[in-house]
């Protein structure tokens, strides 16, 4: 995968509205075949990145959670 | 002390948050407040002007600051952290502490179509002429589209994209043209309402009202020939009335910290910029995740007032926002950085406090109302509200 397209959105510490912001604005920016990782600490980011995912068909390739940290990696298909 | 002997702060911008913060810090510094604008405008009435040609509310911004403190009516370029200067045209001036309270508005230069869409119909987040704009379309409507909603995720007054959803309705309701009409609420967010807890009683209330919502509705451009808003996301929504949300940009002149946005890197708890200990932001000029919203400034206000005399305030992102619901009752949506908005059912209580507030607005900024609102906002704390819930 290569690194120059992905672009890290660190939302940790955002509640309201939330991290879904700064994905929807990072994705007003980004290109097919771009990779967004967004990085959260509300546990609302799973659904919402998921319904996200699927209204915009884009593809969600991973969720895990490091030290508190949920961290979505997505990949732009649908620009 | 006198003034003097009194270390100098400068507030850049004199919004709701900067003039009551002047009240609050007038005997114990040296204050002065720099400003483009000489008047003052009660904002929220704009939604008011806008749903039922209500006049504007606004006052001098000199009748508002304190007497003692200085009110230089220029444009501050930029501020220079490193040096502790503000810088005009043609002059620098130094300071002690920096307070920056710059606010933020509407750029309809991000999305293609949007300056000709604000050009025929206004919009209620700018000022008078706009709102007054809109509501000339609000009377000559006749059925139709109606799109309502928000065109960017960022933008000061979370509730007030569904209150004018809701006030709409309620116009064409009363005006028998709700069986002409579609209206059509767009977000760019996952639910009607941001807050999850709030948007339960927000979405409940749009179907009960025929008002059909659009989710994940990112506007990409307007066609203002064909009157069509495309998103994003593919989708196309055709208007015969639009009343749209702008996206809001910040002022930019704190230069190394500012975002995308023009917003300023701010410490969401003790509100100062980077690691400077002697340059504050407040109101809508931060970047810090909480509503944009003269509230949010209110009670920014009484921790930078406790950090420039050196005690270690933090401000816990605490939300208060006024939401009307149309039809004489209104909600407020109350939350904290670690609290989940309270889900308190709209009131005519609440509706007829959200309308009082416009008559105590200027006491308000000169500082005058705390005997009510400090035990009012304790009484509303979200931890409480949320148990009494239970």
Redesign the interface.
Known sequence: MADENKKIIDARGSSCPGPIVELSKAYREAKVGDILEVWSTDPGIKADAQAWASKTKNQILEIKEENGVIKVTIKVLNR | MTNAEKKKVIIVGAGDGGIILSHRIKKDFDVTLIDKSTMHYFQPWQLHIAFSGAKEKKIEKRKLIPRGAKFINKEVKKVDLANRKVVLDGEELSYDYLVVDTGSRGDYSKIPGHQELFNEFGDFHSNTEAAERLWSKVKSFSGGDAVIGIS???YKC?PSPDEAAFLFEEYINKHKLKQKTKIMFIT???RAY???QMNEIVEQTMKERNIEIF??F?V?SIDTKNRIINS???DKLHYDFAAIVPPHRGAGIVEGFSD?DGFVKTD?FKLNIGDYDDAYCMGDATNI???KSAVTAHLESKVIRDRLLGIDSRFN?R?HCPFEFGYRKATFVI?S?DDPVVKLKPSTFMYLMKMGMKYMAWQVIRNQMEWFLEPYFKMTDPKKLSKKNK
């Open positions: 960017y995720p960022t979370p760019p967010f996952p941001p807050a999850e989710t994940f990112d990409e994003i996301e593919g995308d969401k995740p909480t509503s992102g939300t939350g950085y």
